[in-house]
Structures are given as C-alpha cells and as structure tokens.
C-alpha cells in the first residue's frame, strides 16, 4: 500500500514538474523572441525564412541605441525615477510600518483600509488632480515630479507589506536594545531593521520597478523630451519608412535588463517577502 502511495506521489511530481516547464517556456519564448531578434541584421529580420535564432549575429541594434544621446538621457532619466521613488517609498513607508506595527494607534484599522483602497485605483484617477496640485505648487517639470506621485502609490503597499512583519517581532527584543542602551531611533535602526531585511527588499525591489517602469505620471507631469524615460521614448524606431525591429528589440531588452537582474538575483527574498508581508493579522 505505502509503495502504491509512493509511485503516485512521484507520478504527480513529475506531472507537476512537466506542467511547471511547459508553463516557463510559454512564459519566457517571448521574452527570449524579443532577444534573439536585438541581435539580427535588418536583412535577417525581415527575411522571408523565418529563424528562431540569429544565423548572422551582430551588435549592430545595440549601439545604434547605445550611441544615441537621445537614449541616454532616457536611460538616466529612468534610473533617477526608479531611484528617487526607491528611496521616497523607504523613507516614508518604512518608518509608518514600524510605528502602525510596534504601537496601539487610534484609528489604525481605518489607515489600513484607505491604503488597500488606494491599491485600487487606477493612475489615470489620479493624474488630474495631483497635476492641479502640482501645478499649484509649481512643482511641474523636475526630476521629483513623477517620483513623488509614483512613490504616492508605492508607500502605502510599503506599510501593508511591513506592517506584519514589524508586528511579529517579540517586544523582548525592543525591551534587550534599551536595556543596552538604545534609543527609540537607535533601536528602529539597529535592531528593528535588520529583523526585516526580507520586506526591506521587497519595498527595494518593487518600488524601484514602479518608477523605473512609469509612463503615465512622467509624461503627464514632464512635458519637457530631456525629461522623458525609456518607456515613452520606444516609438522613435517606427518612421513613414517601416519599423526597425531589431533596435526596437535592443531597445525592450535594455529597458527590460534590471527587471530580469533583479528578479533572479533577489527572487527569494521577493517571494518570502510577499508571502510574509499578505499574512492576516
């Protein structure tokens, strides 16, 4: 009976693991059509036989895209928005989770509630009156403008992420880092931190994301094309003459690279990180 039981668990591990590779390669054939073709000659990319991989290889898209100053300053620009919302979204978030998650706050069932719906609207809801807002105030046109909007929806799946995680943490531990000698600020930062590495990441990662992924708020709040990042500049490759699909290829896997670094390299902590930060208290 147990040998039974033994082969149709190990036929439904298999089964499972052929379904996990059919589903991967469904998922990744895309991403990896979008590569080969960045490293196609125009001839070999629209050639009338079609090849799953480049039979003439070259760097030719790549550099067309690399040399070009226009580029560049896109590629900055979408650093500086994945950056600037980064570190709003920590500065703000991390703090605000801490305090809703360590302290009896008044109202704190009410907080939660206006974040997870904030996690529900859509940009184009928003646009309108923080570009009133901003116009108001002339913060228009800067590198800070779109950040701060981004980072307006990032921080407060900041707080529901940590909130649980800083929660969980024993009060013995805040109570052994003032016996040492350690402040409020000292604490947060020495101990309670460290204790949270696994959400840190995550806020890290996807924030970074959001703002690195932007188009809505940078092209509604910097009309300005020096201000504009990658993701608005794609359409440059289509003209009244056809689409050079290889640098537009060139141009998706640079704008897609950081996504993909990030994800294999920080992965596990992204998942732990997720699963930690969706558990009910």
Same mark, same amino acid.
């Given at each position: 009976?147990?040998?039974?039981?033994?082969?149709?668990?190990?036929?439904?591990?298999?089964?499972?693991?052929?379904?996990?590779?059919?589903?991967?390669?469904?998922? @990744?054939?895309?991403?990896?059509?979008?590569?080969?073709?960045?490293?196609?000659?125009?001839?070999?990319?629209?050639?009338?036989?079609?090849?799953?991989? !480049?039979?003439?290889?070259?760097?030719?898209?790549?550099?067309?895209?690399?040399?070009?100053?226009?580029? @560049?300053?896109?590629?900055?620009?979408?650093?500086?928005?994945?950056?600037?919302?980064?570190?709003?979204?920590?500065?703000?978030?991390?703090?605000?989770?801490?305090?809703?998650?360590?302290?009896?706050?008044?109202?704190?069932?009410?907080?939660?509630?206006?974040?997870?719906?904030?996690?529900?609207?859509?940009?184009?809801?928003?646009?309108? !009156?923080?570009?009133?807002?901003?116009?108001?105030?002339?913060?228009?046109?800067?590198?800070?403008?779109?950040?701060?909007?981004?980072?307006?929806?990032?921080?407060?799946?900041?707080?529901?992420?940590?909130?649980?995680?800083?929660?969980?943490?024993?009060?013995?531990?805040?109570?052994?880092?003032?016996?040492?000698?350690?402040?409020?600020?000292?604490?947060?930062?020495?101990?309670?931190?460290?204790?949270?590495?696994?959400?840190?990441?995550?806020?890290?990662?996807?924030?970074?994301?959001?703002?690195?992924?932007?188009?809505?708020?940078?092209?509604?709040?910097?009309?300005?094309?020096?201000?504009?990042?990658?993701?608005?500049?794609?359409?440059?490759?289509?003209?009244?003459?056809?689409?050079?699909?290889?640098?537009?290829?060139?141009?998706?896997?640079?704008?897609?690279? !950081?996504?993909?670094?990030?994800?294999?390299?920080?992965?596990?902590?992204?998942?732990?990180?997720?699963?930690?930060?969706?558990?009910?208290?």
């Amino acid at each position: 009976m147990k040998k039974t039981t033994g082969k149709k668990e190990a036929t439904r591990n298999r089964v499972k693991c052929v379904i996990a590779v059919v589903l991967a390669v469904l998922f @990744l054939f895309p991403v990896y059509w979008m590569i080969q073709i960045s490293f196609k000659s125009d001839a070999e990319t629209f050639g009338k036989i079609l090849s799953y991989y !480049p039979r003439e290889f070259t760097f030719e898209p790549w550099l067309v895209n690399l040399q070009d100053k226009t580029f @560049l300053l896109s590629l900055r620009n979408s650093f500086i928005n994945g950056f600037l919302t980064m570190g709003i979204t920590l500065l703000l978030g991390v703090p605000a989770a801490y305090g809703m998650g360590r302290y009896r706050v008044r109202g704190s069932s009410v907080f939660l509630l206006a974040f997870l719906v904030s996690q529900m609207l859509p940009a184009s809801l928003t646009l309108t !009156p923080m570009y009133l807002i901003f116009n108001k105030i002339h913060f228009l046109g800067t590198h800070f403008t779109a950040p701060v909007a981004i980072a307006a929806a990032a921080i407060p799946f900041a707080i529901i992420t940590l909130r649980p995680y800083f929660k969980s943490i024993p009060i013995a531990l805040d109570e052994a880092a003032r016996l040492d000698g350690c402040g409020s600020f000292r604490a947060f930062l020495s101990v309670m931190l460290p204790a949270v590495k696994t959400g840190i990441v995550t806020i890290v990662v996807i924030s970074f994301l959001n703002g690195w992924n932007d188009l809505v708020y940078s092209m509604t709040f910097n009309v300005g094309e020096t201000m504009r990042p990658l993701t608005a500049n794609i359409y440059k490759f289509q003209n009244a003459y056809g689409t050079k699909w290889n640098c537009i290829m060139a141009y998706g896997t640079i704008l897609v690279l !950081p996504v993909i670094l990030l994800f294999v390299f920080l992965q596990k902590y992204i998942v732990g990180g997720l699963v930690a930060g969706a558990v009910k208290d």
